[in-house]
C-alpha cells in the first residue's frame, strides 16, 4: 500500500472529499500513469492512498485555474514491481478528511471508455483488440461493442462488475455480423454475479459483444475485458507462505497451455490474499487470479487418491490444495497424529474464484467415519476435532453435491489448538471510515470474539503502529464474546492527515503468542452486497481521517476541585453531571480512569446524566496529597470527542479530636475541657461519641460524652477526687467515634498536659 501527501494551496474544506470516477479507469502494472481523480471536495494539500504498493506523484497544477478546481485532481501512480492485475482501491485525505475507498483495476488491456452512442448492435462502439472498455450501463438499454477478428483468432471475454461493488448483474451475449447469438454468459459460480468466456472465430470478420444489466438497472459502471487472456480458476497450488518464493501453475479452462510463473510473497503483507496474474506464453493480456497467503507450509495433492489406501501422506499445521477435475471425486489425505491433539480444518474454495462446496470428513484408521462437516449457509466450512486415540486418520474432500469440472479447485488449511478471532461487528451501525479532530479526536468500533477453546485476555493494537497512540478498553476481557475498543488519536497526527489502520489482537494461547488481525468480511458483504468476496485488502480496514479539532459538544462538571479521600472509609463517590453543549448530542459518554495511585481503582456508574465515580484505595492512605486523570469520550455527528481532566486527591482523616484544658485541676473540684471536633469534607455530619482513654489518678469525668452533628466544639468537665494526686499530668487523651459515608471511623486525640494541684 502507498501514501503521499503533497500540498498546493492552503483551503479550508466544508465537506468530506469523495471520488466519483478515474480517468483513465484502468492503470497498467508495472508503468506510470497520469491519473485524474474526479470527485467532489478534494481541496489541496491532498493525500492520496492506494491499495497496492505504488509511488505517487501528485501533478503540479498547470495554471491558476486548475489550482482552484476542487472537482479534479491530477496524480502519477507507478505500482510496484510484482503487483499484479487485480481489483484495487484508493482514498484521498485533507483537511475535510477522507473519502470512501473507490474501487477500480489494475490491467494490463489499453483502456477504452463507453462513447454512451452504442445502444444497438448496428451502432455498436468498434474496439481494436486486445481492449478494456469500461462502460456505464443504462437501465433497460443495451451496450454493443464490435471488433474484427481473423479466422482461427482466440477471444477472451470478461465483465467486471460485482467485484467493483456495482450491483451491475451482467448478461454477455457474442453476435456475428448477421445478429446470430454464439456465446451468451450469465453469472460464474466463482466470481458471482460476473461473467467470462472465450470463444475462437472461424471465419474472419466482424463480431459484437452486447452488454445487458440482467435487473434493468441504470447508472451501474462495469469493465469489459477483450483480449487473449487465459479463462483460469486460481494459481496452484493455491497457497502460499509469506516471505516465500513459489512457482505457480494455474487450474481452470485453460490449465493446460498457461505459462507457469514465479511469484515472491511479501513478508509484510497486511492481507491473506495476494492478486496473481496469469498469462499464455507469448501471451499480451493477463486473466485476474489470487492466492491464499498465511504461514502455513503448503503440500499439494498426488494422484491417484481416490481412496482410503491411496491417500496423499500430509503433515500438520499446514495447507494441501487440490481439485476435483470430475463429478463425485473425492480426494483422500492421510496423516498421523496423537491422542489429545485438536486439528483445526478451514476450507477454503469460493473466496478463491473456485466453484467448489467442500465437505469435509475425517475417517480413523478403520475408515469409519469420526468427524464432518455440518452444512450452513457459509460459503466455506470448518471443522474441528480432537484425536481420541494416536494412529493415521485420513482427511476425505469432495464437494457436497459431487461436482466437478476444471472449475472446483480447493484449499484446506489446517492448524493445532485452541485460538480466537476478532471481527468487526456486523451491524447496520458500524463503519469502518472515521474522521476524527486534531487533537482531541478519537473512534470506537465494535468487535465481535469468536473463541475456539481460549477464553482468555486479548490484547488490542494497531498495525502499523501510530506513536503516541492510546487504546482504550484495550485489553479484551476473559470470556467476553464482544468488546468496544476506543482508538484515541495522538496529538501528531495533522490536519488533512489519512491512515489505513488494521486492529491486531494479541494472545498467549496454550503458552504461545497468537496474533490475530481483525477482519470484516462478513459486514463488507452486506455493505457491498454485490461482492461475492470484497478484496482481501479491504478486509479489515479502517480509514481515518484527521480534521480540524472538533468542537465540544459535552463536557462534565465535577461538585468540587479535589476529591476527598478519608482514610478508614477507603472509599469516596464523586458525582459527576454531564453538561450537553450542543443542544443534538442525546447520547452518552465513556470514561475512563488513568495516572491511579498505587493501590487505588475507580469505577463509575452512570444514572441519566449524572455520572457516579467510586474511588476505592487503601484504608490506611498515608494522608497527604494526590491526583489521578479522568478521561472521557463522545460521540455526535460521526466524530468522536476526548475531555481529560486532572483530579487532585486529598487524603485525610475523616474526624480528628484535641483537647485543651482551661486551667488547672484543683484537688476535690472541677475544670472544664475544650474538645474541638474536626469533620472531613465529603460526607453529611453525624453525632460524635467522645471516650477517655487516659485521665491521671483519681480524676474522672463521664464515661461517654455525645457531640451533636452540628457541633464542633463544646466544653466538658473532669472531676479531681479529694484524694487525687498531685501531678503533671503528660498524657491526657481521648477517642472519638463517629459514622463517614455510612462507615464507622474512629480518631485520638494527641496526647496533652494536665495538671492536678492543691486548692
Known sequence: MSMLAVGFLPAVAVAQPSI?????????????????????????????????????????????????KVDAVRCKITPAAGVAVGVAGIAVGNKSAASGIYFFTIDDLPVVSDSGDN?????AQLVELPAGVHGTIDGSQRDYYAFEATKGQRVAVEVVASRLGSTMDPVVRLLDSQGNELTMADDNEGIGADCRFSSTFEQEGRYVVEVADNKF??????????????????????????????????????????????????ADLPSERLAVGARFPGGASSAMTIIAVDTLAEQVEAEPNDGPEQGTEISFPGAVSGGLPQAGDKDHYSFNATKGQVLNFRSLSRSLGSAAYLQLRVLNGEGGQVATTSVSDAAELSLRYTIPDDGKYVLVVDDLLRRGGPDFVYRVAVTLGNSFSLTLKNDKATVNQFIVGKGNGAFAFPVTVGRTGYDGPITVSL???????????????????????????????????????????????????????????????????????????????????????????YDFKAPAETVTFARQVGQVNWPLTLERKHKDFKAGINLFFQQLPEGFTASVKADKDIYTVTLNGPADAAAGDLSFRIASFGEFNGKGQTIFRDVPIKVVEPISVKLTPVGALLVGQKQKIKIEITRAA??????????????????????????????????????????????????????????????????????????????
Open 217 to 266: 438497472q441504470g447508472g451501474l459502471r462495469y469493465s469489459l475485458r477483450l483480449g487473449d487472456f487465459p479463462i483460469v480458476t486460481a494459481p496452484y497450488p493455491l497457497g502460499a507462505q509469506r516471505g516465500a518464493t513459489v512457482e505457480l501453475g494455474f487450474l481452470g479452462q485453460d490449465q493446460g497451455e498457461v505459462q507457469s510463473l514465479e511469484v515472491s510473497i511479501p
Open 682 to 759: 465529603g460526607s453529611e455530619p453525624e453525632d460524635v461519641t467522645l471516650s477517655w482513654t487516659s485521665l491521671p489518678a483519681g480524676v474522672s469525668g463521664d464515661e461517654t460524652i455525645t457531640i451533636a452533628k452540628d457541633k464542633s466544639e463544646v466544653e466538658v468537665e473532669l472531676a479531681a477526687a479529694a484524694d487525687a494526686a498531685v501531678v503533671v499530668f503528660e498524657k491526657l487523651t481521648a477517642q472519638v467515634k463517629t459514622t463517614y459515608a455510612g462507615k464507622e471511623v474512629t480518631a485520638g486525640s494527641p496526647a496533652v498536659k494536665l495538671e492536678v494541684k492543691q486548692p
Open 463 to 553: 498495525e502499523p503502529a501510530l506513536e503516541g497512540v492510546q487504546i482504550w478498553n484495550g485489553v479484551i476481557a476473559e470470556k467476553a464474546k464482544e468488546a468496544r475498543p476506543i482508538v484515541v488519536i495522538p496529538s501528531g497526527l495533522e490536519e488533512g492527515d489519512l491512515r489505513m489502520l488494521r486492529i491486531v489482537g494479541t494472545a498467549t494461547v496454550d503458552g504461545v503468542e497468537q496474533r490475530v488481525v481483525m477482519r470484516s468480511e462478513a459486514w463488507l458483504r452486506t455493505k457491498h452486497p454485490a461482492m461475492l468476496y470484497p478484496p482481501a485488502w479491504y478486509d479489515g480496514l479502517l480509514s481515518i481521517g484527521t480534521s480540524a479539532p472538533v468542537d465540544p459538544f
Open 119 to 123: 445502444h444497438t448492435a448496428e451502432k
Open 20 to 68: 466519483s470516477s478515474l480517468t483513465p479507469a484502468a492503470i497498467p502494472p508495472g508503468k506510470t500513469t497520469e491519473v485524474t481523480i474526479h470527485g467532489a471536495k478534494l481541496e489541496r494539500p491532498l493525500q492520496v492512498w492506494t491499495s497496492f504498493p505504488a509511488e505517487v506523484e501528485l501533478v503540479a497544477p498547470a495554471n491558476e485555474e486548475e489550482a482552484k
